[in-house]
């Protein structure tokens, strides 16, 4: 789980903050996930499959694929999830999970 973000945008802020208060969220990323967290922009286009925009979460499997069919409810910022939509985040942490078990 590769989570671009920057300490001076205030959205970034918002979603770390829900991102820590979901107790779901942490179990499943202390137990299940390699979290991968990108402060500075990387050039590397395979991490920004729809633009170079934070905070944007992507999935990546074990063959370093990002996982396109695991994005978040904007048409606009596939991979952009909000505080507001914690609950997508979640969901999608699930999916992965069972997706990546599966697939193995």
Same mark, same amino acid.
């Not at 205030?10 to 969220?25: E, G, N, Q, R």
């Not at 179990?27 to 922009?41: G, P, R, T, W, Y």
């Not at 996982?67 to 997508?88: C, E, F, P």
């Not at 069972?98 to 193995?104: A, D, G, P």
């Given at each position: 789980? !590769?989570?671009?973000?920057? @300490? *001076?945008c205030?959205?970034?802020?918002?979603?770390?903050?829900?991102? !820590?208060?979901?107790?779901?969220?942490q179990?499943?990323?202390?137990? @299940?996930?390699?979290?991968?967290? !990108?402060?500075?922009?990387t050039?590397?286009? *395979?991490?920004?499959?729809?633009?170079?925009?934070?905070?944007?979460?992507?999935?990546? @499997?074990?063959?370093?694929?990002?996982?396109? @069919?695991?994005?978040?409810?904007?048409? *606009?910022?596939?991979?952009?999830?909000?505080?507001?939509?914690?609950?997508?985040?979640?969901? *999608?942490?699930?999916?992965?999970k069972?997706?990546?078990?599966?697939?193995?």
């Open positions: 789980m !590769v989570i671009h973000h920057k @300490d *001076n205030p959205h970034s802020k918002d979603l770390k903050k829900a991102f !820590v208060a979901d107790k779901t969220i179990k499943m990323a202390k137990e @299940d996930f390699i979290m991968l967290n !990108v402060v500075e922009e050039s590397d286009k *395979n991490l920004a499959p729809d633009g170079y925009y934070v905070p944007r979460i992507l999935f990546v @499997d074990p063959t370093l694929t990002v996982r396109t @069919d695991i994005t978040g409810k904007y048409s *606009n910022h596939l991979y952009t999830y909000t505080a507001s939509n914690i609950q997508d985040l979640a969901d *999608n942490m699930k999916k992965a069972v997706l990546l078990h599966s697939e193995l």
